[in-house]
């Protein structure tokens, strides 16, 4: 069993990195890729750990993008450097991308605060560090009192048909396929359910484009796919020669709901031959 996708309190997860690892031994996953929002600093912590312990632990990022008009407002994208560390010059690009949350953050305080919310960003960052994300808006936004759980302070105040929201900068789903590219890396759709595109033949004639602009992999297997989301993206993945994916997308307690590993009450048990292949053909 692997899970190709997991984040750490270095981004949206609430586990440390070493934390992470311990629980990867613990649930017998052979292979873990953690990829965080926009920074390696979790893979690159828990590293050390994971060679000691003899957890293979895979190089992965998850990035935030904007996708053409009519399909979806943001998409993201995953990319796994499985055979060589990221570039120093994509590096110096996800510096950038989190500079332009950093703005977004102090916009998004401006706008809670307008509409009456007592919430000041030093009490933000103290849960999200470098990475300070909506998820921990939701946290204070839930501790003070302003929302009962995590989907009601999205539903209030941060997700885009909220009155408060506020957006932040994101790179077209092309510039980023290409940059992972360009910086040594496997460039995979993450989650493709959650585009939101209902009708099946646009979502293939989507992801036929993203193939198109180098796209390389599709992420079959995630916690929010039912059997049949599986099959059909599986079925896209052969038909347009894809690479497949996959992974609980775990955010500890976050999302108390999806276990590492195993996913959404154990939909996934995704087999180390998926990572074998990605590395045959990268």
């Given at each position: 069993?692997?899970?190709?996708?997991?984040?750490t309190n270095e981004s949206d997860g609430t586990a440390s990195p070493l934390e992470l690892v311990e629980l990867a031994l613990e649930r017998g996953v052979e292979a873990l890729a953690i990829s965080d929002h926009d920074t390696f600093a979790g893979y690159d912590e828990a590293l050390p750990e994971a060679r000691t312990r003899g957890l293979d632990l895979v190089c992965g990022i998850?990035?935030?993008?904007?996708?053409?008009?009519?399909?979806?407002?943001?998409?993201?994208?995953?990319?796994?450097?499985?055979?060589?560390?990221?570039?120093?010059e994509f590096r110096a690009w996800?510096?950038?991308?989190?500079?332009?949350?950093?703005?977004?953050n102090r916009r998004l305080i401006a706008s809670l605060r307008d509409k009456g919310v007592d919430i000041e960003l030093p009490e933000v960052e103290r849960l999200g560090r470098t990475l300070t994300g909506r998820p921990h808006f939701a946290r204070v936004l839930i501790n003070k009192g302003y929302a009962a759980n995590f989907?009601?302070?999205?539903?209030r105040y941060l997700g885009e048909t909220a009155p408060t929201y506020v957006e932040r900068y994101a790179p077209y789903v092309a510039e980023a396929i290409e940059r992972v590219?360009?910086?040594?890396?496997?460039?995979?759709?993450?989650?493709?359910?959650?585009?939101g595109i209902r009708d099946p033949n646009a979502e293939e004639a989507f992801i036929r484009e993203l193939?198109?602009?180098g796209l390389r992999?599709?992420?079959?297997?995630?916690?929010?796919?039912?059997?049949?989301?599986?099959?059909?993206?599986?079925?896209i993945a052969r038909k347009y020669n894809l690479l497949v994916t996959g992974g609980s997308?775990?955010?500890?307690?976050?999302?108390?709901?999806?276990?590492?590993?195993?996913?959404?009450?154990?939909?996934?048990?995704?087999?180390?031959?998926?990572?074998?292949?990605?590395?045959?053909?990268?």
């Open positions: 069993m692997i899970d190709l996708h997991s984040h998850e990035l935030s993008t904007r996708v053409p008009s009519g399909k979806s407002q943001s998409g993201h994208l995953l990319g796994y450097f499985l055979h060589q560390p990221a570039t120093a996800l510096d950038e991308l989190i500079e332009g949350r950093r703005d977004r989907d009601e302070a999205f539903r590219r360009n910086a040594g890396g496997l460039p995979v759709l993450a989650h493709p359910i959650r585009l193939r198109d602009a992999g599709i992420e079959v297997f995630h916690s929010d796919h039912r059997p049949a989301d599986m099959e059909r993206y599986g079925a997308d775990f955010h500890g307690e976050n999302k108390p709901q999806i276990s590492l590993g195993t996913g959404m009450r154990g939909n996934l048990n995704i087999p180390l031959t998926v990572l074998n292949d990605l590395r045959a053909h990268s």
